[in-house]
């Protein structure tokens, strides 16, 4: 049963360029989210989406953005990279309609952006 | 929105002694309150989760009680191992999945 798989696992960028990561939920999950975690901090949400449309997003701003195909799998896009930008982008998938204690969040290893 | 506020940032105790992490939410309509261990350069694993009609939850050498009244919340681990040394989170949500985190808690076991 393949967890949540993300890519690539680290990246480094330049200030201004934008940046793709990509992620594969669990097997039988549909719905995935994506969180930021700097360094030394709890993750903060960023978005998520199901049925390939953003259901919910957090203060984050209009850089960030996303999309999640028909296989469920799902892409994070962050444009003009700053370098506040650098964290660790944890990808976590779950079950569209079951409520978090019905179905928890899985997490994958993150990708760990450097901005420079 | 919801704000969690967890306590201690850091917390270090001896191998076989008990662990207590403590977190308050501020958002009362939050239902689902899951707690997450995250070892250096891995994933957050979720260790245990209570919801809100529920006072305690135990698993093994791990429990977690909610006070719904104070809007708080607690992890409790006995009998500690080395392996147990990790960064724990708390969090909270409304069942929509969307978890808001506190700050964690390094935990180191000392032998």
């Known amino acids: 049963d393949a967890g949540v798989t993300q890519s690539p696992t680290h990246l480094i960028k330049t200030r201004g360029q934008q940046v793709t990561l990509r992620c594969s939920p669990k097997s039988g999950h549909d719905t995935v989210s994506w969180y930021q975690q700097a360094l030394g901090q709890g993750p903060q949400f960023i978005f998520q989406?199901?049925?390939?449309?953003?259901?919910q997003r957090g203060n984050f701003p209009d850089r960030f953005s996303g999309h999640q195909f028909p296989n469920y799998s799902s892409e994070l896009n962050v444009n003009a990279l700053l370098l506040g930008d650098s964290a660790l982008y944890l990808c976590a998938s779950s079950l569209k309609g079951q409520s978090s204690y019905n179905s928890p969040l899985h997490f994958g290893n993150g990708t760990r952006l450097t901005v420079t | 929105g919801e704000n969690v506020e967890q306590h201690p940032s850091t917390l270090s105790v001896q191998e076989g002694d008990s662990a207590v992490i403590k977190c308050t939410y501020s958002?009362?309509?939050?239902?689902?309150f899951p707690w997450y261990k995250q070892e250096l350069g891995k994933r957050p694993q979720l260790i245990i989760d209570?919801?809100?009609?529920?006072g305690e939850k135990k698993d093994q050498r791990i429990a977690v009680t909610l006070n719904k009244t104070a809007k708080h919340f607690s992890l409790h681990i006995t009998e500690t191992q080395p392996e147990d040394s990790a960064v724990y989170f708390c969090a909270a949500s409304q069942g929509a999945q969307k978890l808001v985190f506190g700050q964690g808690t390094r935990l180191t076991i000392n032998p």
């Open positions: 958002d009362s309509a939050s239902n689902y």
């Open positions: 209570i919801r809100s009609n529920v």
């Open positions: 989406y199901y049925e390939e449309e953003e259901r």
